[in-house]
């Protein structure tokens, strides 16, 4: 794309709280893990690092979010992030949030607008 942002998926791979779609990112100089899942409508992404330790959230791949589909939990101990903001909402990460990317649908694709590389 000719402003430097980047597919991920068809906007129709993301169900609303369903299954996320992952995606690798370079931050900080690195490859990392990221995902995005839809949630009220919007896609939201995040690099796929819990803030309590530096693990993957998802318990299968692409599976982001809890039971009653409203948060992101992270397999490992059980951290739950807002889905819409990353915020922590309990658990480990104890106030610390998931690290948000932005992206947004455009003309039926989930785009990567730019990769923070903060
Ligand atoms: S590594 Fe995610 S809650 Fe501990």
Same mark, same amino acid.
């Given at each position: 794309m000719?402003? /430097?942002a980047? &597919?991920?998926?068809?906007?129709?791979?993301?169900?609303?709280a /369903?299954?996320? &779609?992952?995606f690798? &990112?370079?931050f900080?100089g690195?490859r990392? *893990?990221?995902f995005v &899942?839809? $949630?009220?409508?919007?896609?939201h992404a $995040?690099?796929?690092?819990?803030?309590?330790?530096a693990?993957?959230l998802?318990?299968?791949?692409g599976?982001?979010?809890?039971?009653?589909?409203?948060d992101? %939990?992270?397999?490992?101990?059980?951290?739950? $992030?807002?889905? *819409? *903001? /990353? @915020?922590?909402?309990?658990g480990p990460? +104890?106030g610390r949030?998931? %690290? @948000?990317l +932005?992206?947004?649908?455009r003309d039926?694709f989930i785009?990567? @607008?730019?990769?923070s590389? /903060?």
């Amino acid at each position: 794309m000719a402003d /430097g942002a980047r &597919v991920i998926c068809r906007s129709d791979e993301l169900d609303e709280a /369903g299954q996320g &779609v992952r995606f690798e &990112v370079e931050f900080r100089g690195e490859r990392a *893990s990221a995902f995005v &899942v839809r $949630y009220e409508g919007h896609p939201h992404a $995040y690099l796929n690092r819990c803030s309590h330790v530096a693990m993957e959230l998802d318990w299968q791949p692409g599976a982001f979010f809890d039971l009653e589909r409203r948060d992101l %939990i992270c397999s490992t101990h059980g951290a739950a $992030y807002s889905a *819409s *903001s /990353g @915020k922590c909402r309990g658990g480990p990460c +104890a106030g610390r949030p998931l %690290i @948000k990317l +932005a992206v947004e649908d455009r003309d039926g694709f989930i785009v990567l @607008k730019e990769t923070s590389n /903060g």
